[in-house]
């Protein structure tokens, strides 16, 4: 009988990570959030915000989009339908992860 | 990430234009200013234009200033629903409408004013939806409860030439109270969002974060 922590491995790194599924999480709540916003959400640097956001570009969670206001350039982030569904598929498996962990007994094996 | 957290981040990325509190904080500071001034000019010829300039004078330009600190030091957020508050205003509308008819038409001594009705029920809507994490807004609540509340012991005895003048300034001594009520529950709406986003690490130059990706 498989153990709840083998379906630890089944999880989606590319959004467990906490800064990213912080990102996730917050574009989640909205239509799109500009780089400021998510700077002050995570409490990332600016190097590390971007690095972020570039690795969830390329996996297609993401979509980054450079608007002008006045003169101003504002970068927004925003959450694809992929996105919104790993992100969803996410926390419902985590959900039953720790569902699962709560009732598991361990196998004495003496 | 816990729940609580996630549960925090959400609340703020959906409400973020609600939960811009200093905004709040100037509409109250209007509604006192408004009802000091009331109580001064009230009978005079154009008492009322007085008040809401009054009003106006310290809540708008109060907004903007704050709209525009809030876009620079925290960013922008586009709300999932952005027909909302068109719709939340046209609800408003309908509802005070409805209050001004009843309380021209209907209400009389010895009922609760139906304007501050209106407000209570308007002001419980957003502690029901956030609750818990904006149980805070009880204070405004309670508030615009305990006006409507005292009204109906505003009798017009004893005096009935000023009876209505009685009512009139106890209705702006009303808009006070409700408005040191928004400014409370204004301050706790900036506490939650300044809390709930740790900062920048390094401080943002003029239009730079536009470049940084």
Known sequence: MPTPFEDLTALNRLIHEPARLAILTALSACDKADFVFLLNVTGLTKGNLSSHLSRLERGGLVLIQKEFEGRQPITYVLLTREGREGLEDHWTRLDALKRATKVWKPLRTT | ?213
């Open chain 2, 1 to 213: 990430m816990n729940e609580k957290q996630q549960a925090r981040i959400r609340l703020v990325t959906r409400r973020y234009h609600e939960l811009q509190g200093l905004g709040r904080c100037c509409w109250g500071l209007g509604l006192v200013a408004g009802s000091l001034v009331a109580a001064h000019v009230l009978k005079s010829d154009w008492g009322l234009l007085w008040v809401l300039l009054v009003f106006a004078g310290v809540a708008v330009p109060g907004t903007v200033v704050s709209e525009r600190l809030y876009k620079q030091r925290f960013g922008r957020v586009a709300a999932l629903d952005q027909d909302g508050p068109r719709r939340m205003g046209l609800l408003m509308g309908a509802a005070f409408g409805c209050a001004f008819i009843v309380e021209r038409h209907f209400a009389g001594p010895g009922y609760p004013h139906p304007f501050f009705m209106v407000l209570a029920a308007i002001s419980a809507w957003p502690l029901v939806r956030d609750w818990p994490l904006r149980k805070y807004l009880v204070v405004e609540v309670a508030a615009t409860v305990l006006i409507s509340a005292l009204y109906v012991t505003v009798k017009p005895v004893a005096l009935p030439d000023n009876d209505t003048f009685l009512r009139e300034s106890f209705i702006w001594q009303g808009f006070g109270l409700l408005g040191l009520a928004v400014m409370v529950t204004g301050m706790l709406d900036h506490r939650l969002l300044v809390s709930t986003l740790p900062g920048l690490h390094e401080p943002l130059g003029q239009g730079e974060h536009a470049d940084t990706l």
